[in-house]
């Protein structure tokens, strides 16, 4: 698995260790250690395909 959010020779499981979630009405965010984020909407994994 790629993980485009860093340049240097960590895993990624030691840069997920660092990262953040925030569960809110809207959806889910993931705020990686460099600041990256990631929103998934809350109708994308709620309710069923």
Known sequence: MKYPFT???DTISAKLSQA???WT???VTL???TGHR???PKK???GGR
Request: charged fraction near 35%; proline fraction near 0%.
């Open 44 to 46: 994308s994994f709620i």
């Open 7 to 9: 340049e240097d020779s």
């Open 20 to 22: 953040t979630v925030e």
């Open 38 to 40: 990631i929103f998934v």
């Open 31 to 33: 705020e990686l250690a």
């Open 25 to 27: 009405d809207d959806g």
